[in-house]
């Protein structure tokens, strides 16, 4: 691996951490925002999900916005944009302010996700071997680093944009910083060029089409699946288990945290699984144990069975979505036209909007007409149906999905015509 290879994988995990950080502060501290602007219960809702529908048209932006720009520069600038709005959560004071700062947010989030995955998926086919769920790991430890920061913020009682803005002016910084090494769908090669100047900008960057939906249709049925299923614990673990199980309410909050460090091993030891057994037996054994983790929360008799649960879905379900995002990659490779890659990546990162919005209300409305514990076999059902479409994660095995096969020295750094 070259220098410029390296320094590529850890800018890029930096910006997955950065973008854990984030969106974790935003999420945790939705009761303090809801009272910082009086936001209603009835109001509270729309809030919410225009945050992901508005980052679904994000991610569409995106796909043509790659057409003329090169997906680093994309992500360089739409990083800086998604702290700066949650700084604007923040500090704002009316309505209005808050609706144009998630507004925002959600946009540029979107924008981010998708060419934060598209570089993940370059970078990976530079490398020759399974490197997608390090950089998911990243953004994991992000995540806990930023619900631990709104728990200090919630726990001395600090206003929100005095949780807020020491973190963003850490990581604009560090973040604008980083993206200097950023390395393109052309690997090595295009990354060299970038940083003495030279090649191609603009419009040969990102020319190219994308892969039929038809293609890529079960892989987006599977990200919306494990969002549905992860949207499910992180919106319904706590009430579950106070209400269902009879814990207190402190024990109630643990079973999140416990599923986002169980998703950061997960995760942190996910490549390995991956280049050992292949990427179709690594989702096949996620989407299992994330389906019996499920069966075990419906079915727990206490507090703590249901804490296994939780822990068991955290390590199947971390598997689910940079596996996903790779696959596409392999698919957008055989199809072998020059921004295939990219435009597969900004679809099916629209699905992972559509399962957060369909999960949380999904088990809400179940929960209340029947009952939770009932309504905890939907998602595990969904799950099990990965295992159906596990063999699409199988295309081209040897390369970076497991197999034997290294890749030849010419293909790593090969330029963005080289998909």
Known sequence: MTDVLRRGRASLAFGFFAQGVAFALLVTRIPAIQDRYGVSDALLPVFLAAVPVLAGVGSVLSERLVRRVRPSRLLRWSQPVVLLALLGVGTGDRVALLAVALAVFGLAVGALDASMNMLGVSLQRAYGRSIMLGFHAAYSLGGILGASLAWAGAHWDLALWVSYLPVVVVLVPAALVGSRWYVDGGGAAAAEEAVTGGGAGGAEAGVGGGIGFRVLLPLCLVMTFAYIGDSTVSNWSAKYLQDVLGSSEQLATVPYNVYMVTTLVGRAVGDFGVRRFGAVAVVRCGAVVAAVGFAVVAGAPGAWTGMLGFTLLGLGLCVLVPQTFAAAGRLAERDGRPGASDAAVAR???????????????????????????????PMVLVLVTVVYARSFGDRPDRYGGGHERPRTADVGRGSNGL
């Open 348 to 378: 099916l990162n629209v699905f992972n909007y559509v399962g957060f919005l369909i999960g949380s209300p999904l088990v809400g409305a179940l929960g209340g007409a029947w009952s939770y514990r009932g309504a905890m076999l939907v």
